[in-house]
């Protein structure tokens, strides 16, 4: 069954119900937060699972991925006059920068990338054997085996830190190279967006009976419907209540497994949200699975991994072209081509190069018409802590959320 989930504007939620999961009394190996066999938890951290910085790994001996103000200073008119200031070689660059951010036909790129063409200076991981986080998506290492799994493209798999095989993560491969996407650049903050309320997710575990082995448990995936609760030094609250969102779309349970521990799920179409600058997006999440470690002491951490939409990925986090409103109209040109505009210039980095590159590492959903890949492997890594989830209505500051 594969049922899309939301993960909006709200503290969403993977709410994990495990009858027994961690049984009540010492002896039995049970724990605090089940409570009738049930287990509610909110994620308190989130981010893409990439790699150590290309700067570790030499995953990018041809330099890193540059943007329009790069492109137009190598140009012979970009190039500084003499007796010209700072200031006005800087406010020249722009100008020129801008010109280049517009197709031959005057469409802007960010907004209209297809109007552009593959650009050079977008690098991509092209080294083999970049070690990288993450887990095996489509069954095989697509390296060894020297031929794709059925329904994807050709595509080198990654290798774990740990010696692990066939890990699928070709948004690695297009942002690894990419200066915003190494540990102290700016379009990997997902946990500071999300403490700030305006999204979350919940999980629920239900019908475990034994915390370290079970062969089967029901996994629930929800948008909340609550902001985050947050302590007064800014960390997630444990044990905190929330309600998970009455919208349909944003609902969605799949099968599991616990071994030594580790919870493992069926694949399950799962959608999280994206709030930037005041704008409303998605992340669509297909086939998406968990591998995730269990504690004692309720914390679940690991990888939700499967593949996002291209089309999909581009707009929630290089062009913002669906974005909407809180009301979920479409939000103003001005607001999200702006947007885009802004992140291109701030994160160095070209919009068309970013869509022509995920188009190229599509590795997900063939389409059996075209031959082309139509998504991405996507790694996430999170962490989530003991929360009490219920299945009502809420008048939370993000009750708006659930009238669209």
Known sequence: MSTTVGLRHVTVGFILCGSALFAAGAMAGQAEFVQNGKAGFVVAHFQ???SEDANVTGACPKGMTSGFRDAYAATPEGNRREGETDEQYTRRNQIGARALSNAPNGQNLCMNPEAG????NFRTIEVPNTPAYGIDLDGQDSRAKGKPAPGTCAHDDFRGFKGERGIDNQLLRVVGCSNSFQSTGQSNTNTIEMLTGSWGILFTLSGVDD????????????ANADPIELSPNREPVAYATYAMTQDPRFRATTRGRIRDG???TDPVDIRFYKVTAGMYLERPLRDARMQMTLSATGTLEGFVSGYTPVEALYDFQYGYRNGTDSAGKPSSLQARSGSS???AFVNNHTCHGAYFALHAAADGHRDPATG????????YLMKAIPAFVVDKKTNSANSDLDAK
């Open 341 to 343: 505009n802004g992140s």
């Open 262 to 264: 580790v919870l493992t």
């Open 372 to 379: 082309k890949c139509t998504s991405i492997s996507t790694q």
């Open 117 to 120: 063409k593959p650009d050079p």
């Open 48 to 50: 893409y699972a990439l």
């Open 211 to 222: 915390i370290r082995n079970d062969p089967e448990v029901e996994v629930g995936v929800y």
